[in-house]
């Protein structure tokens, strides 16, 4: 009925002013008595007129939510578009017969999406097109977030009825080359002084001797074995008559180096995530509700884990997270009697955007441990001079320095021709190379890789960390 009035007041508008009333959609829908009409088009929130040859006194919409009728004449009918869908105009004359069955099918409106879209992304080459009740996206734009723009827009006009057939031009696909150097260094000292002493009436003894076994083996002059042994020992023994003393000096020093490098290259398509592990699976006893015991296995090694984008202009959107694990000895456990090892594990995570070629590092994770203890008797091991012989000194001192670079192209494929093997560099040796020469291949060719293979590892190598 509002309609109704509101076209009304257009006509009489008209009708005063000299003009004839402009409908709100210049498309228009010709029904022929006794013949199948088309299906009429009405975009969302717009109108069509739908004209009919012969007069009609009846009219019915089949789902009214969907589009609304309203009568211009005994000839023409206004559709006016509200949701997205399809329903039926039901068209009858004076007589109650049927003139025609007209399909509507209320689309979005692309015409206003499409001029947004143009002021938006003006160089993209997106398609705009409506099936059923929805829009469908297709077209090659130049970057992923061009795409998300488009959609985003999209979603404006029909939320959640949006289909993306849009591909991304260009190179989409990320080579990250990664390089994990870590260095540890272990340095130890421990002396330890042990004293026993006996008399007629009294016995003293300090470290290995304050086992009586041990202490009465010492003064008696056989052989014992210490409960920590060193690399150096120095023993003296005196006294006589109803007293015997007994002097033991116990030194070790130690030095450990270790060095981790793991150079893995992965490529990866924009937005998709890629892992590389060197390294290994550790197992590890589980025991279930049950008290049935398991096997889960633990990966320790080199790990990297990383999903490039591709934003504009070829900037490279990359979360990375990589991290170094190892067996620590140290700090294993033991779970219902079977021992479990610890693992020591260092990790990082990051977001950086870089272009192609461009490299970043990780540096900056130092660790240094020190640990010193000292153990006495009271009392007399504070006593100047002769205090020593009855203190025992350590200390530990352990560093580690880990440093990753990353470096980002943007790559494309290539002819397998162009690729090679390690084991292309490598081949069998010959009779005469393995027996007269003594060689256990043939090596031919060069590059990085032979070159590694060709390096002496016999001679020293490391850093100081001061």
Not at 192 to 214: E, P
Not at 325 to 340: E, K, L, R, Y
């Amino acid at each position: 009925m509002q309609i109704r009035k509101f076209l009304a007041a257009v006509m009489i508008g008209g009708a005063i002013f000299g003009q004839a009333p402009v409908p709100a959609q210049a498309e228009v829908l010709r029904v022929l008595n006794g013949q199948a009409s088309s299906s009429l088009n009405v975009p969302m929130n717009r109108a069509v007129v739908v004209e009919s040859d012969t007069p009609f006194a009846e009219l019915s919409i089949a789902n009214p939510g969907i589009a609304d009728i309203s009568t211009l004449s005994d000839r023409s009918i206004y559709v006016l578009g509200k949701t997205p869908g399809r329903t039926t105009l039901t068209i009858l004359n004076s007589e109650g017969r049927l003139i025609s069955n007209v399909e509507v099918r209320v689309t979005p409106d692309v015409t206003e999406f499409r001029e947004r879209l143009r002021q938006i992304l003006p160089n993209e080459p997106i398609e705009v097109r409506t099936a059923n009740d929805g829009i469908v996206l297709s077209g090659l734009v130049s970057s992923i977030t061009k795409m998300d723009a488009a959609l985003q827009l999209a979603q404006r006009y029909a939320p959640e009825r949006v289909s993306n057939l849009m591909s991304v031009g260009g190179t989409q696909q990320v080579m990250l080359k990664v390089r994990f150097s870590e260095m540890q260094r272990d340095v130890g000292k421990n002396l330890g002084v042990s004293f026993v002493a006996a008399g007629s009436r009294a016995a003293l003894g300090t470290g290995v001797f304050s086992d009586g076994a041990t202490a009465a083996a010492a003064l008696a002059g056989e052989g014992f074995t210490s409960a920590t042994p060193r690399q150096g020992a120095f023993g003296a023994r005196f006294g006589g008559g109803g007293f015997a003393a007994q002097v033991l000096l116990e030194a070790l020093e130690t030095q450990g180096m270790a060095r981790t490098l793991a150079e893995p290259n992965l490529t990866a398509l924009s937005g998709q995530r890629a892992n590389f592990l060197a390294g290994g699976e550790f197992p590890i006893p589980v025991v279930d509700e049950d008290g049935r015991v398991a096997i889960d296995y633990k990966p320790f090694g080199v790990e990297l884990e990383f999903t490039p984008r591709v934003l504009d202009n070829n900037v490279i959107n990359l979360e990375l997270k990589a991290a170094v694990s190892g067996i620590d000895g140290a700090a294993s456990v033991t779970q219902s009697g079977v021992p479990v090892q610890a693992f020591r594990r260092r990790e990082t995570q990051t977001t950086v955007e870089l272009r192609d070629g461009e490299s970043f590092a990780i540096a900056g994770l130092l660790e240094d441990d020190f640990r010193a203890s000292a153990r006495q008797v009271p009392w007399l091991g504070d006593i100047p001079i002769l205090g020593a012989l009855f203190r025992s000194s350590e200390y530990n001192r352990n560093q580690t320095e880990l440093v990753i670079i990353i470096t980002a192209h943007l790559v494309t494929p290539t002819r397998g021709e162009a690729l090679m093997l390690p084991t292309d560099r490598v081949r069998p040796p010959s009779e005469a190379d393995l027996f007269l020469r003594g060689n256990v291949t043939a090596r031919t060719g060069g590059g990085a890789a032979s070159e590694v293979a060709r390096q002496d590892f016999a001679s020293p190598y490391g850093y100081v960390m001061d």
